[in-house]
């Protein structure tokens, strides 16, 4: 009876020891339960910047969406001056103004579904998911807004007259932000189109010269335009589809595996970072 109750003890503490060498080795339990996970703070935007939305829409140039019914619902007139105006149209590039509840069209350009079904859709139509990020522009800073897809080989007639025959070709708009009254911000556009072959190239700033490296660049400085945003407004850019070989077309068309697209891009006003002085203390 006791050599029975001694076998009992030492089986108890056999699997015992069993358990904790089972809660000792790697596969006992997983890396994130036994270390503290490491995470990188999130990225504090300057206190005097300006926050935007880029939104990219690509669709089918025939898409009826990117046609009148878009544009009869956005105003191209109140934003931008007249020269300005001219200019862009000469050139083919469409551009408009929307408050923050945008117009019915823009809305179903802007959609954005994780539906089985519509997504099925889309990719049966060749049309890419709307994509977006938001970028914070401290005060005088630019960004780049690629307003296409590189195309190998593309002649492009420039609204002077001049043309060019382009390799590698891609469109892009310069993007500057400055503060404003409160509540408001200035966006200026410059268009450019690189082309060619990657190298390190001087650019003249207002300090001196810096290097960067990019594709030869051709900036079109006839065709800048500027607009005075509230938070929350938004400017819808694009080229006029029914005027072929164009600067627009240049820098807002493209052609993939599924046929020719063509770019819609949308720039929102999202947030002016405020300065708040820090107080004095007083005695």
Not at 22 to 50: H, I, N, W, Y
Request: some cysteine.
């Amino acid at each position: 009876m006791r050599f029975s109750s001694v076998i009992h003890r030492l089986a108890l503490v056999l699997l015992c020891c069993g358990v904790l060498a089972c809660e000792s080795m790697p596969f006992g339990r997983s890396s994130t339960q036994r270390a503290t996970t490491f995470k990188l703070p999130s990225l504090v935007p300057p206190r005097d910047s300006v926050e935007v939305d880029i939104v990219f829409v690509d669709r089918p140039v025939s898409d009826p969406l990117l046609g009148k019914s878009l544009w009869r619902e956005v105003d191209q007139v109140g934003t931008l001056t007249a020269d300005q105006r001219a200019a862009l149209r000469e050139a083919g590039i469409l551009v408009g103004h929307v408050g923050s509840s945008p117009p019915d069209a823009l809305q179903a350009l802007l959609k954005l579904t994780d539906e089985d079904r519509e997504r099925q859709r889309r990719e049966a139509n060749g049309i890419p998911t709307t994509a977006s990020r938001r970028v914070a522009l401290p005060a005088g800073s630019d960004t780049e807004v690629w307003s296409n897809e590189a195309m190998a080989q593309k002649k492009v007639t420039l609204p002077e007259g001049k043309s060019l025959d382009l390799s590698n070709l891609r469109g892009l708009l310069r993007l500057r932000a400055e503060r404003s009254l409160d509540g408001w911000a200035r966006l200026d556009f410059t268009p450019e189109l690189h082309h060619g072959q990657t190298g390190t190239r001087p650019f003249a700033t207002a300090t001196g010269w810096m290097y960067r490296t990019t594709q030869e660049v051709i900036p079109c400085f006839a065709q800048q335009f500027s607009a005075t945003l509230n938070v929350g407004e938004m400017l819808v850019m694009t080229c006029d589809r029914d005027r072929s070989g164009t600067l627009g077309q240049s820098l807002f068309q493209f052609e993939d595996s599924t046929g020719s697209k063509q770019r819609l891009v949308v720039v929102r006003l999202a947030d002016l970072r405020e300065i708040i002085p820090k107080r004095m203390r007083t005695e």
